[in-house]
């Protein structure tokens, strides 16, 4: 079976631009949930969703915000970026997100000049 | 709030000894239990988990270890390797509702050949 893929790779943006990734959940997978990572922050949450319905939202501005089609795949956006926003964006996917394993995808690599 | 706490930034321990990850969580509700392992450049990768039924779980060289009272919880590598040398991220959640996945800051492990 396929893992979680993530796509683009990397990007460079500059600040006052948008930005939109890309994630496939690994097949059966209803849930998918975007994950921050920076130095010494570790996984910070940022959404879940499930059945193309956000469920649940961690503490992000309103610039970051997402999506999920009925393939379960999910996008993420990031508007108007900011230097702080340079991050490794991760991707995670679960059956039903109740509780279960989350498996990772490769992440995508932001950098903002 | 840092509901799952992560103390040791960092751990050193030489080939074939026994490394000792250590996490600790406040948030009683949580009922489910990860641990990941972080190559950089790279999505965490799940290692294990654990349920709150259990205080103890093994697979190989890996045993994670929760004392419920304590809110704490352990990962043990036995022996210890040099492709071990990762970062440990260890998550907790609840498997009623739709609680989402809190994580640590790491621990970022050595193992010295």
């Known amino acids: 079976k396929a893992g979680v893929t993530q796509t683009p790779r990397y990007l460079i943006k500059t600040r006052g631009q948008q930005v939109t990734l890309s994630c496939s959940p690994i097949?059966?997978?209803?849930?998918v949930s975007w994950y921050q990572q920076t130095p010494g922050q570790g996984l910070q949450f940022l959404f879940e969703y499930f059945s193309e319905t956000q469920r649940n939202k961690g503490n992000f501005p309103g610039r970051f915000s997402g999506r999920q089609f009925s393939n379960s795949r999910s996008e993420m956006n990031v508007s108007t970026l900011e230097l702080g926003d340079s991050a490794l964006y991760l991707c995670?996917?679960?059956?039903?997100?109740?509780?279960?394993?989350?498996?990772f995808g490769p992440g995508t690599r932001l950098l903002v000049l | 709030d840092q509901q799952v706490k992560q103390n040791s930034p960092s751990l050193s321990v030489q080939e074939g000894r026994i490394s000792i990850l250590n996490c600790d969580y406040t948030?009683?509700?949580?009922?489910?239990f990860l641990w990941y392992k972080k190559y950089p450049a790279e999505g965490p990768t799940f290692l294990i988990s654990?349920?709150?039924?259990?205080d103890k779980n093994e697979d190989g060289r890996f045993t994670v270890f929760l004392n419920k009272s304590a809110k704490h919880l352990s990962l043990h590598i036995v022996p210890s390797q040099p492709g071990d040398s990762a970062v440990y991220f260890c998550a907790a959640t609840t498997t009623s509702g739709t609680y989402k996945y809190i994580f640590g800051t790491g621990t970022r492990l050595k193992v010295l050949a």
């Open positions: 097949s059966g997978h209803r849930s």
């Open positions: 995670a996917s679960s059956l039903q997100g109740r509780g279960e394993t989350q498996y």
């Open positions: 654990i349920s709150s039924i259990k």
């Open positions: 948030n009683s509700m949580f009922d489910y």
